[in-house]
């Protein structure tokens, strides 16, 4: 279903993949700095959740600019906490690189706002740029350190944008509960020598469904 979703005095284009079922829960999904929101890393995740339950808004907004893409990010929140269409218990934001940050961002600025209400269950990191290429020395990491949320990353363990070991150091100071899914070898954009991009789609794909799962059966417990 598409949507046109206000942004200021303008609008983002988002589509809507809906499972049959009314769904419970949502996904807030966005692209990193080049592309949009038809980037098939994203064009495949949302199908999976739909085909599983999973409600799946995906968004583009093509500003460079992570203060810029984090205010967009917001007013696609807020349009799906207040549909009439779609009532759900929960969103989990996620995004591709920079949609990451930004997606990060929201869930800082939120959880520090008096009206934290508990919409927001946690941050699905796609490929988390965590320091530019070669500048291993500035960590792009102060969301994440901010975040009591539960957090996903899935990370190739050859990203030329986030180091392992230095991802791994970040994720052990975090104060939220997380979890690293390493694609082997796979580069930023998720590349692998030697394997389809379907298939390492279908691991991120049953990876992202499987913590979504166990996150929201942790909280009806």
């Known amino acids: 279903v598409k949507v046109k979703i206000p942004f200021g005095n303008k609008y983002l284009d988002a589509i809507f ?6 769904p419970t829960y949502g996904v807030v999904l966005t692209h990193g700095a080049g592309g949009d929101m038809n980037f098939p890393h994203l ?5 999976h959740l739909a085909s599983h339950g999973v409600l799946c ?5 093509k500003g460079l600019n992570v ?5 967009a990010f917001k007013a696609v929140v807020e349009y799906l906490k207040l549909s009439d269409d779609y009532k759900l218990s929960g969103v989990f934001l996620a995004g ?9 961002s929201v869930i800082r600025q939120l959880s520090q706002d008096d009206d934290d209400d508990g919409f927001i269950q946690g941050l699905v990191c796609l490929s988390y740029p965590l320091h530019r290429p070669k500048l291993l020395s500035k960590l792009r990491d102060e969301d994440l350190l901010l975040i009591s949320c539960p957090v996903l990353f899935v990370s190739g363990s050859a990203d030329e944008m986030c180091e392992k070991q ?3 150091g970040v994720v052990s100071k975090m104060k939220a509960p997380k979890k690293i899914h390493w694609i082997d070898k796979a580069n930023h954009g998720m590349a ?5 991009t379907n298939d390492v789609m279908e691991e991120i794909n049953a990876q992202v469904l499987s913590w979504l799962r166990e996150n929201v059966q942790l909280q009806h417990k």
């Open 17 to 22: 993949s809906v499972p049959e079922k009314k």
């Open 43 to 47: 064009v495949s995740l949302a199908a």
């Open 57 to 61: 808004l995906r968004f583009t907004c």
């Open 67 to 71: 203060a810029y893409r984090s205010k």
């Open 96 to 104: 591709r690189s920079m949609g990451s940050r930004a997606a990060a």
């Open 166 to 168: 230095l991802l791994e």
């Open 192 to 196: 692998v020598k030697g394997r389809t």
